[in-house]
């Protein structure tokens, strides 16, 4: 078999890990593997290179994606891109595409599968970890490690100057990164995109603790945290191609206001891209590593139209369509945990 792989939409840590990991067994199945350039893009213009084993192995301790990825969306043009796609599906002479994806990627395999019965196996990959049906996607351990990392030296300077730190993190429409990294740093209030900013409360929790002795404080606001009357904060006004918005910012709302309202100097940290980089932490290889390889497995067999999950401690399969229903959300348990602390 000759299986096709790409890698779209934002890139995480462990994209690699998977990569390799479909690249091994298919060939200890005696097929080959090309990796298929910038997500959809390299589809729609035929971009791929050849990949083999012995070529793979270092890639496990690599950030980013050795194929490169892109937002592209190939149903954005339906008339040019499909057909330019399809063909070069038939031209790369590809028996399976492995799409590696979070959302927007997924959703488009689950197109190609069910509109024209394109051959497609999903894995689910993103720093936000809001897909559904998988309990935890690689790329989200490392990045909470890296806002929590952040944190911990952020601390030192807040606590000298007695200063409010107000810590932007990732996520989208999702707190899980915010809440989990939040947990990680013993922050004082954590604003998550599920539960609307109760900046008044905050505010309360600041002064309290500032009283009760504590000189400095630690705020993690997730990019899609919303105030009750404006919404959300985003960088401009103009979507990508699947339709979202640039968030980010709201650290910067929410840091003025706290120092306005408190008199407690206060700064803001945007971490931004810098959760997405570097090396994959070991969780993240070995949960790659697993989802890559029980992909192959379902190529093998021929279970197109599906994706890899984590249910538990166990790689399950799933439908793409069930992959893509809808945003996970955090588990507002996570939440109310996190909450005990800000009283
Ligand atoms: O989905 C991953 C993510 O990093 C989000 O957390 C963030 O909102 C978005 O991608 C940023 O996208 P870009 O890299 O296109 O700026």
Redesign the pocket.
Known sequence: MKVGLLTG??DCPGLNAVIRAVVQRMANEGGTCVGILEGWRGLVKGMSRDLHVSETDEIIAKGGTILGSS?TNPFKNPTTDLPALRENFEKMGLDACVAIG?DDTLGVAYRLHKEFHLPMVGVPK???NDLMVTDFTFGFDTAINIVTESVDRLRTTTESHRRIMVVET???HAGWIACFSGIAVAADYIMIPEVPIDITHCIEVLKRRRAAGKNYGIVVVS?GAEFPESGIVTVQDET?AFGHA??GGIGNVVAKMVEDSTGFETRSVILG?L??GGSPSAYDRVLATRLGLSAANLIIHKRFGTMVALSGTKIIETTLGAGVAATKTLDLTYFDEASAFFL
């Open positions: 939409g934002g937002r979070g993103t720093i936000d990732m996520g989208r990019e990508d640039r968030l891209h959760q997405r």
